[in-house]
């Protein structure tokens, strides 16, 4: 059963251990990075283990923009031996609800990029309802999703 478990002092460390499959270094960054992007933007972020069981298997981060506003998914990603199992769907299916929650602030818009190149994610993504904007950022493409 997958579930999303906030990352905290006891289990952040294992974030930094994922790895991601060759080539996807260009698709998403690495835990670390996003940890310290969560750092500082703290007051309106939170990041994710991303559990099957007691082992994380991948990492996520939901970030709300008060300037737009909406709702950010940044840096999601599933270990290169925990691929192809479901455990990204069920995983963003968690994140989008909680969303819902409207932790940080109210709105009902979810964007989030993905490089134009990731057809495993840029599929995930089209299949629970996102669509692409026309907006892009160099290789990254930005989809929505109304909840």
Request: glycine fraction near 8%; hydrophobic fraction near 35%; proline fraction near 3%.
């Amino acid at each position: 059963m997958i579930n999303l478990r906030t990352i905290t002092e006891e289990n952040f460390m294992d974030a930094f251990q994922l790895t991601l499959g060759e080539g996807q270094e260009t698709y998403v960054s690495h835990p670390i990075r996003s940890l310290a992007q969560a750092y500082v933007y703290r007051e309106q972020c939170q990041p994710f283990g991303i559990y099957c069981g007691e082992e994380m298997v991948g990492y996520v981060m939901v970030i709300y923009d008060d300037d737009i506003p909406e709702y950010d998914i940044w840096h999601m990603m599933i270990d290169k031996q925990h691929q192809g199992k479901g455990y990204g769907t069920a995983a963003l299916q968690q994140v989008l609800a909680y969303i819902q929650t409207k932790p940080f602030g109210d709105s009902d818009r979810v964007t989030l990029t993905c490089h134009r190149e990731n057809q495993c994610a840029l599929s995930l993504y089209h299949h629970l309802g996102f669509t692409e904007t026309g907006v892009a950022y160099e290789e990254e493409l930005e989809l929505s999703l109304h909840i």
